[in-house]
Structures are given as C-alpha cells and as structure tokens.
C-alpha cells in the first residue's frame, strides 16, 4: 500500500506538469450569501441562544474578547500566550459573529465583523500584507480571511479580492511553508479564483507539494510536520489535532484548483486514514491535543469540531459525495453540540463520549492533567475554543444550502428558507434530526421556473421516500446519494423526503457498545448538580467573566448513578425522535483520582459483573448532555 501511495505521489508530480489541461468533471459546488439563508424552528433557536449566550457577550469570554478585535490594535495581558494568540482567537470570533450576524439580519453584529475588516483591508504593510505588524506569522489572518469570504459572498468587492491578492504576494515562499502560514493556501485559492490570476494557484501548488524540500535545515516543529511525505508514510499519524483538521481542506481545494488527481487521492486516503486510526463514535477524532488513536476514554479539543466540519465542507462541495455531509451532521449535532450548553453561556475546552463529572480539576487527559480544560466554562485557561465555537452553527447553516449551475443543493438537513433567485425561494420544513421528514415548499413568483433541486440521501438511510406534488418519484433512491429533481417550479409546488431512522447498536473500538439513530448518537443524561465554581484557579490567568452570576463557571458533579452496562443482545427501543430506552445493570465501577485525589472519569473496566437488578433508562440526543454515558461496558455474566 505504502509502495503505492509512493507511486501515486510520483505519478501526481508528473501529471500536474499538465495540469492546465486537465478540468475536473463538474464544477465544485458553490456556498451561498448568507442574506440568502433564513433559519427557522430548532436551527433559529439555536442561532437566537448564541447571540443571547457568549457571542453577543464578549465580556462574558474576558480577554481578548472584550478587545477591539481586528478594528485596531489589541493590546497585550498579562504574560501568557504567544502575539500570535489573541488574533487568532478573536479571528474565529469575528468570523462566527458576522455570519450569525448575517443569519439574524443583526446589524449590530455585522457591523462589528465589518469593521474589524474595513479596518484591516484599509492599514495593510508597505508590502501589501494584511494583519497586525506585531506579528509575522500569517496563520491569523488565514483564520481571518474566513471572514472576509463570507463579506464577500454578501457583497463582493473587486478592491477587497485585490488586497488579498497583494496580501498573498507578500508572504515569501520559505514563510508560507512554515507552521500554520500554509494554511493561506485556503485564501489564496479563493482569491486566485475571484481575480483570475493564475500564478497564486501556482505558487499554492509549489508550496504544498515541495513543502518538506523547502523545509530543509528548518528545525521542524509539530506544525510543520504535516507535508505529502508524512501523509503517505507508514508511521501513524502522531500530529497535533487542530493542525491536522486545517491541514486536510488544502490537497482537496487544490484538487478544485488544478485538477490534478493526485491531490484527490491524497485528500480522501487521508482523511479515511485519519479516521480509521483516532475516529470516535461521536463523529469527530481524539485530539488532545495530539491524536491520541481510538481509545473512548480519550477527548477532543472543541475546535476540531468547528475546524473538521469546516474541512468536511471543502470536501462536499468539491466531491459532491453525500458522506461528506453526513459526517459533518454527526461532528456538529454530537460532539460540537455536546461541548456547550443548551443556552450557549459555557463551553468546555475537551470534551469526551463519556464523561462522569465536568469540574475545575476533572481534566483526566494527560495535557493539563487534573485541572480546568474539561469544565463547562465561559473562559478557558488557552483562548481558541471560545473563539471558534461561534462558527459551529453559522457554518452549519452556510452549508446547508449550496449552489450548482441552476441548481439548488439541500446537502445539510434543517428548517430554513433558501432564497434561490429573485423569483424563487424553497421552504424547508422539518424538525430533522428529531424527525424524519423533510418537506421542501416553493414559493415564486408567476408562472413555471427551471431550476435544479438536488436532494441528499444520506448513507445510514435505507428505504427513503420521495414524493413531489404527492405523486412518488419513479427513480431510484439509493443511500448515500444525492438525487436530483429537474423541472419546471410553481408557486405552492412541494416536495416530501422521507429519511428512515433505524436506532443501531454499535461496537465501539475497545469493546464497549453505543447507540445512535440517523445523525444523532444517543446517551445517557447522568443526573447531575450544576454549582457555581468560583475557584480562582492559577492557570486561568486572571480571565473571568464580567458577571458569573450571568455567565458561571461551572462545577458538574453526578447526583444518581452513572455505573451501567447492557446485555451482549440488548438492542434500544424507540420512544420518539429524542429518545431511546435501553435495559441496563449496575456495575461496580468507580471514578479515577488524580495525584491529589481529584475525581476523573474512568475507563471502561475490564470486567463489566452485575452488582444489582436491571432497570430500563433513557437515552437521549449526545448534544443535549453534560454529564453522559455513551459507550456503555457489556455484561459478562
């Protein structure tokens, strides 16, 4: 395998010398304006929560939050963290709250997004670069330029692309090759597309290939190691997990970009391999911070949650295949949603499939052992993930309705409205993934209009229905598809899908098994108290909300049993569309203690024996807990 993946690699430097060529046999899938894009039911809740919670409060996430942002300067606290930190940080912030902005119609939140970007577009370097002189490094602004497409894709400027261009220019090629600088390749990608200039693509392409080459005589840190060489090699990916996450989208956009086949190869063999060695049941991979392998007791950080579903999308609209949809529905309905509570006031640094109590000290991972990384908070000790939770829902809803070639693409399943063009506008009406229907209404205005409507079969569906106007489609629905609808639309037309869910046992890597029905994993909601922590603790660096009274720091410990285990046959019964009931048995099985006997949640024991009668419990959606059980032990007698 290995010997081919080596071939491939030099069979794709051969190909790409005639690239120029070469087109991909569709174009790529296109993201919409956001203006475009209205949320109802669930997904408007959502969005109304995240407002109300921390991203309508930065004072709530204290510094660098509660800053100018990207509208100036932001000044240094303290001692703790790199320059580099806080415009990263409040880069994933203001990326979150311009597109939640955009989604509420709220102009209050857009027009603090905009001015971080007029600022910054209007106080470029002498060299055309872009971002704060305090720093060299561009992994910022890459995280930036996020933003910045989605102005752009609202309203888009010939002098806004222009400024990018002279920003990509300005970084020198030994620079772009290092750390997280090559993640501008993103940027530069769009931007070459926006201004047609042609040899941005080239210099993407040189920097990525002949990344470790440039590298020669660099004392290569962990962010550097990622480069076609290390994807293909044989030693498992031992990387740190954010960077990975970023790191991927680059061979699939440059796929888009040159049409060499070799970046497909690269992008989809990595990413399955990626999964196939740290994959969790929630979705998402282990990632604290490195990749940690397959092990449930393990957690993730919560910006690969945002970072990965990200990534999934370059994925989606590139390849058009419905698993990349499905993966970014289980990343954001569990292991993104169960990393921040319901009314969006507290979030945790890592999170796991199972986590017995969520407090000050209950980190049980071996970064930051025993201290505050695990706890539902509004600020954390390192800044990143209550920056980047802001995109989770925002970018959800961005994806959910793209854009063909007279052609619109429902990929992600939620109530919203999409208008398509200025005569037509498809109603999606549906509590999915609570509920398996979705009904697709038009409303337009006189008269019949083409258009495409592509509709997402997803891979865990069997037997999915379709109806249009009430009669059945004649086509085939195969799972793991998308199919399309080509006609003539009338005003009042309506389309019914039909998505089966059938509730799954799993076996999870180790042993233990777990649950899940369509997109949703389903887990055991551990009765629990939720009490103020206001513990000063050490690490945190002076960072607390304004008002904890508003926005507390939280210390989650387990009020009722949480030690269960099922029967080698038990399968789950189905309540409703958020919940599943299962037989359970006590077992013995304790907490793990830190060095100073601090509670951490255990690993599933070795021997799962009976300690009491069985009892019959409800599941619910992962994303709706805190405390939770997920992967339950088996009984061995």
């Given amino acids: 395998m290995n010997t081919l993946f080596r071939l491939s690699a030099l069979t794709g430097m051969l190909v790409f010398a005639v690239y120029g060529s070469i087109r991909l046999n569709a174009q790529p899938w296109q993201e919409t304006s956001l203006r475009d894009i209205k949320a109802e039911g669930w997904l408007e809740e959502k969005l109304i929560s995240q407002k109300n919670g921390l991203t309508g409060h930065p004072e709530a996430l204290s510094y660098p939050y509660n800053t100018c942002l990207w509208n100036g300067e932001i000044p240094r606290m303290g001692t703790h ?4 930190w806080r415009y990263e940080q409040t880069a994933y912030y203001t990326d979150g709250l311009l597109r939640l902005g955009y989604l509420l119609g709220d102009k209050e939140l857009i027009d603090k997004g905009e001015a971080g970007i007029s600022y910054t577009l209007a106080h470029p370097w002498e060299n055309g670069r872009l971002g704060s002189r305090v720093i060299s490094n561009t992994w910022p602004f890459a995280v930036f330029f996020r933003a910045v497409k989605a102005a752009d894709d609202v309203s888009p400027d010939a002098l806004r692309a222009e400024a990018l261009r002279k920003h990509y220019y300005s970084i020198p090629l030994k620079q772009l090759v290092r750390k997280r600088d090559i993640i501008s390749i993103e940027g530069m990608l769009w931007t070459a ?40 090699g044989e030693k498992p990916y031992n990387m740190h997990g954010v960077t990975m996450s970023e790191f991927l989208k680059l061979p699939i956009l440059l796929y888009a970009a040159t049409g060499n086949p070799w970046y497909r190869h690269l992008a989809v063999s990595s990413l399955e391999r990626l999964y196939a060695e740290n994959g969790l049941p929630d979705g998402l991979f282990t990632s604290a911070e490195w990749l940690q392998g397959r092990g449930i007791w393990h957690s993730h950080e919560t ?3 945002i970072d990965m579903s990200w990534t999934l999308g370059c994925f989606l609209e590139i390849l058009k295949e419905a698993r990349y949809a499905d993966m970014i529905e289980k990343i954001v309905f569990n292991a993104g949603e169960g990393s921040v509570t319901d009314d969006f006031k507290a979030l945790q640094y890592y999170s796991s499939v199972n986590q017995f109590l969520a407090t000050g000290t209950s980190n049980h991972n071996k970064d930051n052992y025993c201290s505050t990384w695990m706890a ?36 992600l399943y939620g109530p919203s409205e999409f208008r398509f063009s200025e005569q037509m506008t498809f109603i999606e009406e549906t509590a999915y993934p609570y509920d398996e229907s979705v009904n697709i209404k038009v409303r337009a205005g006189k008269g019949a209009h083409s258009a495409k409507l ?50 799954e046992r799993r076996t999870a890597f180790g042993g233990g098994v777990y649950f899940e029905r369509g997109p949703l994993v389903y887990s055991y909601a551990i009765p629990a108290t939720f009490t103020k922590d206001t513990v000063r603790y050490g690490n945190m660096n002076g960072k607390y909300p304004a008002d904890d009274d508003a926005f507390p720091c939280w210390d989650i410990q387990p009020s009722g049993a949480w030690n269960y285990a099922v029967k080698a046959d038990a399968e789950p019964a189905v309540i409703s569309g958020k919940a ?19 509670l951490l949640t255990p690993e599933l ?31 061995c007698n």
């Fill in 303 to 305: 910006c690969n949650a």
């Fill in 193 to 232: 597309s926006k201004t047609g200039d042609k040899a941005l693509v080239d210099r993407a392409d040189s920097a990525f290939r002949f990344r470790q080459e440039l590298l020669e005589g660099v004392d290569v840190k962990r962010d550097d190691r990622v480069t076609p060489q290390f994807l293909l």
């Fill in 81 to 84: 963290g790199q320059d580099w």
């Fill in 605 to 635: 024991p070795a021997l799962a024996e009976s300690a009491g009668p069985t009892r019959e419990i409800d599941l619910v959606p992962y994303g709706s807990t805190t405390l939770r059980l997920t992967v339950f032990p088996v009984l």
């Fill in 376 to 411: 539902y908070r509004p600020t954390h000790q390192t800044e990143c993930c209550a920056g980047n939770i802001h995109r989770l829902f925002p970018n959800y809803a961005a994806r959910m309705w793209l854009r063909g070639e007279d052609e619109a693409v429902a990929a």
């Fill in 454 to 503: 592509t509709l997402r079969i997803p891979g865990w569906c069997a037997g999915a229905g379709l109806k249009v106007n009430g009669k059945a489609w004649k086509g085939a629905l195969p799972c793991g598809s998308f199919i399309t609808i080509d006609r003539k639309w009338k005003d009042g037309d309506r389309v019914e899908l039909n998505l089966p869910m059938k509730a």
């Fill in 580 to 598: 599943l009931r299962i037989t359970v048995c006590p077992i013995k099985w304790d907490f793990d203690k830190g060095p100073s006997g601090e």
